[in-house]
């Protein structure tokens, strides 16, 4: 009989609430799978005949060693997915995700993961979709790692297989609006639309915080909305600031009894405006843009007044650096006030001018 696992049982054996049973793994079709049987509760000399009967076919079937259990993809997700349900607020996108990679990788153990596989994948989704984006297979590949580290943090595995799995390139948008096309979006708004899209384009709110709003978050003596961390995609309290022109404009608006929310339409919460900004743009002639893009506006604006970007991040609610960037966008004329700015403070380029002003007199 081998050693004893790390309940005192020789291998295979164990017992619970319910009485022994024998616990061992096996491989059918490069598939790992999970073998039990129950004993019930008997006396622990039968139970180790029992399991001395069963010895022979665990060796000849090759079954795996029960101290050391290989987990399977749907096994790490399951447990992933535990972890997202009580931490984030995007746990139905993670769900999505999962069985779309569930498809593909089932209950392939996740150490015979490797790079060639994932490729694989790419192949099979591509297949299925073919104008799928690569930003796309990076958010799903994204889940894919985050469930095998998940699995590395739970001692369920040891390494990362496809840790150097390289991302496709993508292309971050940043389409912002000039102040002419802004104008002429509003202009073209009508009803709640036009202090959506004011909203976001001034605070950086995100659509689902805009919608969601409830008269309680709003504190017009402070002028301020307290989203609280379970109102934020992020899971982090934070105020957003209002200037007098917002403010009053959610005075103007009127309550609806029975309803927490600012947003209404024929007493019930608004859900979505995506029609209404959409006919909006298109009476404006304002071509690919969407809503979230307006959050874009609003950092790119903050950042051309001067305000720092701590501050900047404080209200739009980016956690990181790198996350923030993405929704700055620099343009042309940034780029020519990096010039004008670097001749006001550099005295070398300012003698050069001199020098090229007196050789030209």
Avoid at 132 to 149: D, F, H, P, V
Avoid at 168 to 182: A, G, I, M, S, V
Avoid at 305 to 323: E, F, L, Q, W
Wanted: glycine share 6%; with cysteine; charged share 30%.
């Amino acid at each position: 009989m081998s050693k004893p696992n790390v309940h005192g049982l020789p291998q295979h054996l164990r017992r619970d609430n319910w009485g022994y049973f024998l616990d061992y793994f096996i491989q059918e079709g490069g598939i790992r799978k999970r073998n039990r049987v129950r004993l019930g509760e008997i006396p622990l000399e039968k139970a180790k005949k029992i399991l001395a009967q069963h010895m022979q076919a665990i060796v000849e079937h090759k079954f795996l060693d029960v101290d050391k259990p290989k987990i399977t993809f749907n096994e790490a997700a399951e447990g992933f997915l535990a972890y997202s349900r009580s931490r984030k607020k995007t746990f139905r996108r993670d769900g999505e995700m999962i069985a779309t990679l569930g498809k593909f990788f089932d209950n392939r153990p996740l150490e015979s993961l490797t790079l060639d596989l994932v490729e694989e994948y790419v192949m099979f989704r591509r297949k299925q979709r073919p104008t799928l984006m690569g930003s796309s297979l990076n958010r799903e590949i994204a889940s894919l790692k985050a469930i095998i580290n998940r699995a590395i943090r739970n001692g369920q595995l040891e390494k990362n297989p496809i840790s150097f799995f390289k991302f496709f390139k993508e292309t971050p948008r940043n389409r912002t609006l000039t102040p002419d096309e802004y104008k002429r979006l509003l202009e073209n708004c009508s009803g709640r639309t036009r202090i959506f899209v004011q909203l976001a384009y001034v605070t950086a709110m995100r659509k689902g915080e805009i919608m969601g709003l409830r008269w309680d978050q709003v504190d017009f003596q402070h002028k301020v909305i307290v989203l609280e961390a379970t109102d934020t995609k992020t899971l982090e309290k934070r105020e957003v600031p209002l200037d007098e022109e917002l403010a009053e404009m959610l005075r103007q608006i009127p309550i609806t009894l029975g309803c927490p929310y600012v947003f209404t339409f024929k007493g019930k919460r608004i859900l979505d405006i995506k029609t209404n900004f959409n006919s909006a743009c298109r009476r404006a002639g304002i071509k690919g843009f969407h809503f979230h893009d307006l959050r874009h506006c609003a950092v790119t604006n903050m950042r051309k007044a001067g305000v720092p970007d701590n501050v900047i991040m404080s209200i739009s609610g980016h956690k990181t650096t790198s996350m923030f960037r993405r929704y700055d966008a620099v343009d042309r004329i940034d780029r020519h006030k990096a010039l004008e700015q670097l001749r006001l403070n550099d005295k070398s380029l300012k003698l050069n001018d001199n020098h090229m002003t007196s050789v030209s007199q």
